[in-house]
């Protein structure tokens, strides 16, 4: 199973909740649905309507993939995992799901009115190239969303997984090193950044 050093920590992680691989990955995939529920709170902020151009970032088994074709947007993809892609594409079969990471999703200069990824920031081993990649992929006047276990009231499990303030301060740091405006939500079961281009 191939490991993650993260830009936390410096600690490698090789979970299949980070590396979904082969059956062990896709019964992650599956618990993933259930842990990460929380995730359709975020659709208000992502606030995508019919026809807008959205990329996720590590969509997993397809839960808010699933969520944001409802809306009408135009959907797309990327995550390293071809397990979580046939997870995905089976659920959100209108999205274009492909594989590519944070720092390198493949897709042109300003090509998205909003960028979004739930429950993946963490896992990324490199926090500033995934940022400036985030910046590139979305338009002038778009905006960019990055969201991590945490709220008002996280589940047991979401609580264990919560970032510390130092590691939430990064990301907001990161965030406003490319972007000119970046705001803290803080929805029931998740702490989220929206960063405005
Ligand atoms: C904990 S799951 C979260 C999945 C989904 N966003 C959700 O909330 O259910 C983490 C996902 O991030 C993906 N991932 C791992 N490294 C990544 C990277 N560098 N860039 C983007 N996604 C990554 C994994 O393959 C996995 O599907």
Redesign the pocket.
């Known amino acids: 199973m191939p490991t993650?050093t993260s830009w936390i920590d410096g600690r490698s992680y090789d979970s299949p909740?980070?590396?979904?691989v082969g059956w062990v990955g896709r019964m992650a995939?599956r618990f993933?649905?259930w842990?990460?529920r929380h995730?359709k709170e975020i659709l208000p902020l992502v606030a995508a309507g019919p026809g807008q151009r959205v990329l996720?970032?590590?969509?997993?088994?397809g839960?808010?993939a699933r969520l944001l074709c409802a809306t009408g947007a135009r959907v797309c993809g990327?995550?390293?995992?071809p397990d979580?892609r046939l997870l995905a594409a089976r659920r959100a079969p209108a999205a274009d799901l492909r594989l590519?990471?944070?720092?390198d999703t493949g897709f042109p200069d300003r090509a998205f009115d909003r960028v979004v990824?739930?429950?993946?920031v963490a896992?990324?081993?490199e926090l500033a190239p995934?940022v400036r990649e985030l910046h590139r992929v979305t338009r002038p006047g778009g905006r960019a969303l990055i969201a991590w276990h945490g709220g008002s009231a996280p589940s047991r499990v979401a609580r264990g997984l919560r970032m510390s303030a130092a590691g939430l301060e990064r990301v907001r740091a990161a965030l406003g090193d490319v972007f000119h405006r970046v705001d803290r939500e803080e929805l029931s079961g998740l702490t989220v950044f929206v960063a405005h281009r």
Do not use: R
Not at 17 to 20: A, D, E, K, L
Not at 78 to 81: K, L
Not at 117 to 120: D, I, K, R
């Open positions: 993650t909740f980070t590396h979904p995939g993933m649905l842990t990460n995730q996720e970032i590590g969509y997993g088994a839960g808010l990327v995550d390293p995992s979580m590519g990471t944070a720092s990824s739930v429950n993946t896992i990324w081993p995934a």
